[in-house]
Each structure stands twice: as C-alpha cells, then as structure tokens.
Antibody, heavy 118, light 107 residues
C-alpha cells in the first residue's frame, strides 16, 4: 500500500525557517517525481514545487522561488522541503504527492500544518 | 502561467442527480487535465487524469471529457459521499495550476 507521511509542520514567526519531511513507503520511491502542494486555510490548492526522480529537474512556483528548497534522499525514501524566510501567507497545510504518467498527482499524504504568525 | 477557471464555484444537487463541472484553461493544454476530489479535512484524491481516464478504484459514475482548453467533469447518480470540493489541474506545464474549486453539496 502506498503511504506518504508528512511531518515537521509547526508554528513559526515571520522570517523563520522550517524543514518539512515526507516519508514514502509501498512503492519504488526512487522512480517517481515528487511534488509539494499547499492549501491555505479555507482556500484552494496551490502547487509549489516538484523534483524529478533523480533530482536533476526541479521547479518552483514564483511565490516560493528563492525561499524554499526541495530535495530528496532516495536511499531513505524521503522528500524534503526547506522553507526559509517564512511569511504570513505561507500558512497552509502542506501535502507531498507522487507524480506519474500524464504528470498526475496520484498519491497524496495527509498533510502537515505550517502556521506563520508573530 | 496557465490559468484554470472552474464553474460553478458551488452547486447543490440531490441524491441520484447528475451534475457537470466545467474547467477552462487559458492556453491549449491538450489532454493534460486532472480532476481531484477533496472532502473536508482530507487530502485530495485523484479521480480523472488525461482529461478522461478514470483513476483505478474510482466509481464509473465519474467521467471526464474535453481537450485543448475546455473540459468537463460529470458525476452521475450522485451519492451522499460525493459531497466535496472538486478541483481541476493542468499538468501540461509548470507551475501545475489548479482551478479555484467547485463545492458540491448533496441536498
């Protein structure tokens, strides 16, 4: 069974840093592109980043470019999101998701809540 | 960036009814269009990919159509568990933008 478990969400002050993790199991993690998608409270879904299976291709949404860094460790079946320069509008539930053929996000974690507030 | 526009933003229907949600892309995305269902407090779930392909395990009363810029999600024979918010997403290019969502209420 495919499982994605996010962790690391917390309450942070503006300007702070946080590292999210996504632990994967039940599939060959090293073969999949992985994405981060977030959802602000009461709002819609916002795609923020993806990383290819071998980490050679990485994209970011403009809203996080230069502040967030996506990475992965295929030996540990883990995906990461390093978040620096946090802002109030980064407050959201952060989901990791697999991306497979047709670039569809077919499996999602349960999400981890990041709150940025002074 | 490709903008995705969904309509309506909300709708209400009864058990057994059929409903259609539309999604329009600002540029041609061929068939790179996915539909997701999100129940309150839960993670999104993939329903349809490549505009019309049903994800494994999804009931056949969900169907998708369209190509280019105009797409539809149809849910036939509505069930109480279909109460959720539905999102379209283009996966043709980055950023992989979502529509703003359509909230479906089952009366």
């Amino acid at each position: 069974e495919v499982q994605l478990v996010e962790s690391g969400g917390d309450l942070k002050q503006p300007g702070g840093s946080l590292r999210l993790s996504c632990a994967a199991s039940g599939f060959t993690f090293s073969s999949y592109t992985m994405s981060w998608v977030r959802q602000a409270p009461g709002k819609g879904l916002e795609w923020i980043s993806y990383i290819s299976s071998g980490s050679d291709t990485i994209y970011y949404a403009d809203c996080v470019k230069g502040r967030f860094t996506i990475s992965r460790d295929n030996a540990k079946n883990s995906l990461y999101l390093q978040m620096n320069g946090l802002r109030d509008d980064d407050t959201a539930v952060y989901y990791c998701a697999t991306e497979s053929n047709w670039n569809k996000a077919d499996y999602w974690g349960q999400g981890t809540l990041v709150t940025v507030s002074s | 960036d490709i903008q995705m526009t969904q309509s309506p933003s909300s709708l209400s229907a009864s058990v057994g009814d059929s409903v259609t949600i539309t999604c329009r892309a600002s540029h041609n995305i061929n068939s790179y269009l996915n539909w997701y269902q999100q129940r309150p407090g839960k993670a999104p779930k993939l329903l349809i990919y490549a505009a019309s392909s049903l994800q494994s395990g999804v009931p056949s009363r969900f169907s998708g159509s369209g190509s280019g810029t105009d797409f539809t999600l149809t849910i036939s024979s509505l069930q109480p568990e279909d109460s959720a918010t539905y999102y379209c997403q283009q996966s043709y290019s980055t950023p992989r933008t979502f529509g703003q969502g359509t909230k479906l209420e089952i009366k």
